[in-house]
């Protein structure tokens, strides 16, 4: 099995993926650790700052130190220059939050996975001529469930995951899956600023069991 079909069925088992991006490096590498401590294998950095491709670059020597069987992803990647950049560093997997065709071309050309962000079906047409395995929805505080409920016949077989306004709650994650999609991206509504502004660990540990636990449930 390649990198890429690794990851993809990391996040169909994991059933969410993480994501998040803080400017402190250390602060970055122990929310890592606890996500993993509490059982995160597939996990989103994500690119949103300056300090961004440093603290991947970090993120990426505690890996091979602590998480050896972590998937490191990096996200907001919107250009070939930050695909390259980051994949340099190790990038495990790709997501963007457009469809730049451009980008899906270099993940293939090193057999990585590219999730791209889409909002329409022409986009999400326009993914898949592109070679997406993985869709992401985005954001999906805007589409909401009833969207992937009306256009997902126009896409048999197609994954998606959304991204952007997921909630916590059983409500927020069951009407995901009943309307279709194989996991769901958890960015602040689980790792919240003041999770990372005030080193909230035991929370976040916490936290991200309870909702693997309901995401299982709900799968």
Not at 7 to 16: E, Y
Not at 91 to 116: C, Q, Y
Not at 147 to 166: C, K, N
Not at 206 to 219: A, P, R, Y
Request: with cysteine; net charge neutral.
């Amino acid at each position: 099995m390649n990198k890429k079909e690794q990851v993809l069925d990391s996040i169909i088992a994991q059933g969410m993926l993480p994501l998040f991006f803080y400017e402190d490096a250390q602060v970055s590498i122990d929310i890592t650790r606890t996500l993993y401590k509490a059982g995160v294998r597939v996990f989103e950095y994500t690119n949103r700052g300056p300090k961004a491709l440093d603290n991947y670059i970090e993120l990426k020597k505690a890996q091979k130190k602590e998480w050896p069987d972590l998937h490191l992803g990096i996200g907001t990647i919107k250009s070939v220059d930050e695909a390259e950049a980051f994949i340099s560093a190790g990038a495990d997997f790709i997501v963007s939050p457009i469809v730049n065709p451009e980008v899906s071309k270099v993940a293939s050309k090193h057999k990585l996975l590219w999730i791209p962000g889409c909002m329409t079906p022409t986009e999400i047409y326009t993914a898949q001529q592109h070679g997406a395995a993985l869709i992401k929805l985005f954001p999906a505080g805007t589409l909401k469930p009833d969207f992937l409920s009306a256009i997902r016949e126009l896409f048999p077989g197609q994954l998606f995951i959304p991204t952007g306004g997921v909630d916590t709650t059983k409500e927020s994650i069951l009407a995901w899956f009943r309307a279709g999609v194989c996991a769901v991206g958890m960015g602040s509504k689980l790792i919240s600023k003041k999770v990372l502004d005030e080193n909230l660990y035991d929370q976040l540990y916490h936290d991200t069991l309870l909702v693997s636990e309901i995401i299982q449930s709900c799968k």
